[in-house]
């Protein structure tokens, strides 16, 4: 997003800021303030900043935790009043059909949640960001991050975005200049496909000889039921129905606290389908009989969307440079294959942390000194789960029959999966789309025809939207930006139909005619988005970028 000209603008000077306050950002935070605190190191600066309008409102996730992360940097965390809704107490894992389901009489190992816990992710960030707070460290909510500062080749710390500025770019009554963080050490923990990490991989190249990241969106909503007929700890894992056997994804039910039901459907976005909607999936998949039994006379009480890293160990890109590091999702910590992340974002920034106290110490913040980072990494626990699982997605591109097969191979090869190679070759998930008539031929359906919500069972994109408590200054400039609606009117509508009208879950883009009648191009309703950047990762051409809108706004995910 443009910044005004000839703005004069703070600067605060810190030893290290952190951008996001995530699992991983927060972990990074509090671990740094306890080694300080263990070797009598005072006056440790350290600035956390959180994009959402607090700490914890930004935080969306299925989920279940696997305490391994949180027991080793906080072994009280119980006793210290962690908000874990309940232990896992039942697993199961349904192969779905359209009326009916096969349960699996024996789980799969990768989603046997026996020790784990059933959290809210906002609740636990809120809870983890207090304690934070409290050892002196400094939180700084509606603070989004939009570039990062660089001086002679090395990062030096980060900008924040100027607030009151109007959809013309000028700025109101209201305007405040972003201000410069400078900082001994920057680490960026902003969750997927992070803005200032995509900036760090164009200028030093960090996705040299890795694979193409590849993301799922996950789509899902909160329900609160009548009964007890669901009980709190109780985790179901679904594949198959609504979702074709090319396309990767599944469904999760969990059971938490007060008859609250946690559903959703995670999709990979890799698909081949140009007219496939997650949003759209994800509602007729509460439609299954097994699925609608549960949620009969329930209602449902909050929505959301995000995305989630799914590329594995090989799509990690290099997490150091001069000057920062990176970590969390931003940094590909998540495996794909238990469908969890939480414990390896915190384990990254308890490395990250790590490495930066021995940086400060050392007063060396050059890229030999801070590749100590990847080094504890390559000797930690989360690499060896994650290496476990380094080939989980790359075979489902060639449908769920093979990647299950893959899966399973996987687990007798230690990972090896398909084939000879250790190293299975993976795709930008935007170069597997397929144009609209090679796909349907010349009968394809467009639009799609879809079914008619019932505000029941099932509901239109927009409602979801205002149960994820989304909210933007209207009059600000749009945070997706289109570098080229030429190629909207023109090539994506005869090639693939506009796909951005489907994949967005939150109806940010709605079809608009063009002034002189050539087409169409996407009116930008971006007050609904989700920051789930399914748009920005998913638009066959990328002329799409999602940016930051100005800090505070966006999802504000209660229990969620």
């Known amino acids: 997003m443009a910044e005004l000209p000839g703005v004069e603008r703070e600067t605060l000077d810190v030893d290290v800021v ?12 509090y671990q740094l303030a306890t080694l300080a605190k263990a070797a009598n190191v005072e006056g440790l600066s350290i600035a956390v900043l959180e994009k959402g309008k607090e700490i914890g409102s930004h935080g969306l996730s299925g989920a279940v935790m696997d305490p391994r992360g949180i027991k080793e940097l906080m072994p009280d965390f119980l006793e210290r009043g962690c908000p874990v809704e309940s232990p896992v107490t039942s697993d199961a894992f349904w ?82 200049p972003g201000v410069d963080i400078k900082a001994k050490i920057t680490i960026l923990a902003e969750g997927p496909r992070g803005t200032l990490t995509k900036q760090l991989a164009s200028m030093f190249n960090l996705y040299e000889g890795k694979n193409p990241q590849s993301y799922a969106v996950g789509v899902k909503e909160l329900w609160q039921l009548p009964d007890d007929r ?19 994804g599944g469904g999760f039910i969990y059971g938490m606290r007060e008859r609250i039901v946690d559903i959703g459907l995670v999709i990979g976005l890799d698909y081949r ?34 995305a989630i890293p799914e590329g594995g160990y090989y799509s990690m890109p290099r997490m150091y440079g001069e000057g920062f590091m990176i970590a969390g999702d931003s940094a590909s910590f998540l495996n794909g294959a238990r469908l969890k992340g939480i414990h ?152 693939y139909g506009n796909p951005c009208l489907h994949f967005c879950p939150a109806n940010v883009y709605e079809p608009q005619p063009t002034p002189d009648g050539r087409g169409k191009v996407p009116f930008l309703n971006f007050t609904n988005c989700f920051h789930c950047k399914t748009c920005d990762i998913m638009d066959p051409y990328q002329v799409i970028t999602w940016v930051p809108p100005e800090g505070g706004g966006g999802p504000n995910y209660n229990k969620c």
């Open 95 to 176: 192969y779905l059909f359209e009326n009916f389901k096969i349960a699996a009489p024996i789980m799969p190992p990768p989603l046997e949640n026996h020790g784990n816990y059933v959290v809210s992710l906002g609740e636990f960030v809120r809870w983890l960001g207090a304690i934070v707070g409290d050892m002196g460290i400094d939180l700084f909510p509606e603070f989004a991050a939009t570039r990062v500062l660089v001086e002679d080749g090395r990062v030096v710390g980060v900008r924040t975005g100027d607030k009151g500025i109007d959809k013309n770019g000028q700025p109101k009554a209201n305007f405040e």
């Open 344 to 495: 390896l974002g915190i384990k990254s920034g308890m490395l990250a942390a790590q490495a930066a106290f021995e940086a400060l110490r050392a007063e060396n913040f050059s890229a030999a000194q801070l590749q100590e980072y990847e080094k504890l990494f390559e000797a930690s626990w989360a690499r060896e789960e994650l290496h476990q699982q380094r080939n989980f997605h790359q075979a489902f591109e060639q449908g769920q029959l093979a990647g299950m097969l893959n899966a399973g191979l996987g687990m007798i090869t230690g990972g090896r999966g398909f084939g000879v190679a250790d190293r299975l070759e993976g795709h930008a998930g935007h170069t597997r789309m397929t144009r609209i008539q090679r796909y349907f031929g010349t009968d394809h359906p467009h639009p799609p025809e879809k079914i008619k919500f019932d505000n029941t069972y099932t509901f239109d994109k927009v409602s979801d939207v205002y149960y994820g408590g989304v909210l933007h200054e209207e009059n600000q400039p749009a945070h997706l930006l289109i570098s080229d609606t030429e190629v909207c009117i023109t090539k994506c509508t005869e090639e």
């Open 273 to 306: 389908n140009p007219t496939l909607d997650p949003h759209h999936e994800f509602q007729r998949y509460k439609l299954q009989p097994s699925i609608r039994e549960i949620l009969q006379g329930g209602k449902m009480i909050a929505a959301g969307a995000k």
């Open 18 to 29: 952190i951008v996001g306050a995530g699992p991983a950002g927060l972990a990074a935070a």
């Open 230 to 248: 669901f009980a709190p700890g109780t985790v179901i894992h679904t594949m198959g129905w609504p979702l074709d056997m090319e396309t990767f």
